[in-house]
């Protein structure tokens, strides 16, 4: 059996990659090891599907490759990705440049590329796993596991099958094995957008609670990396949108072996000039009551109940008993609550992965330099977006980009580069 490209995995990079080459003309197939095209798309933006983001820049991409993933973006940019959802009747909504389908619904966008894929009568060979992959001259012959046939000949082939991250959807790291007995560097996987665990005392006083705070990574002393938004206290850590956005950086520097702190500011959008006054205001005004209950109107009860501990009070004790130093004090570590991070949530939690495929082991079109006709697409690849619609974007850019070359491809070329 013998077809023009196959493309390993079923995911957002593999349909779009996978589209675009029967698209142009070539005898395309899917391999994909689940039951089920598209599954992790089901899961992405709370099962809204944040297909991608109006604000789209170079600094969204967090590791040194970011200037390679824009070169991608740029060749199917959000606008292009917008029409192409419209040509299969999805329609987009936005929220602050955020990009959702007008249902709302992630099965919305899975059931367009499985649609489109089925109109384009692509074959797609569920539950089989690709053993091995020869060269064979101008061809690459797979041994395949699962299949009615064991063997099946391709002139071109694109790796789209996804990171280590979230394997009860289907990312369970296999393609980095496969990759990897091409010759092609892969850079150690790391959990990325996850939450960070910590043995901060009294940290199980605030669980439960949600906060608008700033968090900054320390890592060896040296800042790298700071968010804000929404921050969940939770009885192992910290999670939440910013702790996601800022995982990546402490997950490589605890890898490398250096001390990660994260400091989390929960009164981010005033002075401690001015949270110093609220709370003179607040215990002064509210005697009668305890420590937790007078700044109740400023934060949530169990963060009071935390931060008392930490500073060696109660905060049951009565709010007549607070005098200015302690007020200082009070302010001056909810500007600054400090974690020691031990570790971090694992690939079961994490959204996506941070290394990969080297882009370095790449040319300019996703294509192995060393094995003409092998392309790369999606989370396989060494690029990480921060949450918000970028890691998609870049599995459609890439499926794209990956798809149309390798239909451009033809054997000569091929054989010219070798």
Request: aromatic fraction near 8%; hydrophobic fraction near 40%.
């Amino acid at each position: 059996m013998s077809f023009d490209c196959v493309v390993i995995g079923g995911g957002a990079a593999g349909m779009m990659a996978a589209i675009q080459c029967k698209e142009n003309n070539m005898q395309t197939v899917i391999i994909e090891h689940t039951a089920k095209l598209g599954t992790k798309i089901l899961k992405t933006g709370n099962g809204k599907c944040n297909f991608s983001n109006t604000f789209m820049t170079k600094e969204m991409y967090q590791n040194n490759n970011a200037d390679y993933a824009m070169g991608i973006i740029n060749r199917f940019n959000v606008d292009d990705t917008i029409h192409f959802f419209e040509n299969l009747s999805v329609y987009k909504k936005e929220r602050n440049g955020y990009l959702y389908p007008r249902s709302e619904m992630a099965a919305s966008v899975a059931l367009a590329l499985t649609g489109r894929i089925q109109a384009l009568d692509i074959p797609v060979f569920f539950e089989t796993s690709v053993k091995r992959i020869d060269n064979a001259g101008s061809e690459y012959v797979l041994q395949l596991e699962g299949a009615k046939t064991n063997t099946i000949k391709t002139k071109t082939v694109i790796f789209a099958c996804g990171s280590a991250a979230s394997p009860s959807s289907g990312s369970d790291g296999s393609g980095y094995k496969l990759v990897k007995k091409f010759g092609v560097k892969v850079v150690k996987p790391l959990p990325a957008l996850t939450a960070l665990e910590s043995d901060k005392k009294n940290m199980k006083l605030a669980t439960g609670v949600r906060a608008y705070g700033n968090v900054k990574i320390m890592a060896a002393g040296r800042e790298v990396s700071q968010d804000t938004g929404e921050i969940q206290f939770t009885d192992y850590g910290i999670s939440g949108i910013p702790v996601f956005q800022v995982s990546r950086f402490a997950v490589r520097a605890l890898e490398e072996g250096q001390r990660v702190e994260a400091l989390v500011d929960v009164a981010a959008d005033i002075s401690e000039e001015e949270l110093v006054s609220m709370i003179k205001c607040a215990v002064g005004t509210r005697k009668q009551q305890s420590v937790s209950e007078s700044l109740s109107g400023i934060f949530n009860k169990k963060l009071v109940m935390m931060i008392c501990k930490d500073i060696g009070i109660e905060g049951n004790s009565s709010a007549s008993d607070i005098d200015d130093d302690i007020c200082q004090k009070l302010a001056r570590y909810m500007k600054s609550l400090r974690y020691h991070i031990t570790g971090y949530k694992g690939n079961d939690y994490a959204q996506v992965c941070q290394g990969g495929v080297d882009v370095s082991e790449l040319n300019e079109n996703l294509e192995s330099i060393d094995n003409p006709g092998i392309f790369f697409a999606g989370e396989l690849v060494d690029i990480d977006g921060k949450c918000g619609g970028y890691n998609l974007q870049w599995a459609w850019s890439s499926g794209f980009v990956a798809g149309k070359c390798a239909a451009q491809s033809s054997i000569g070329e091929r054989e010219k580069r070798i």
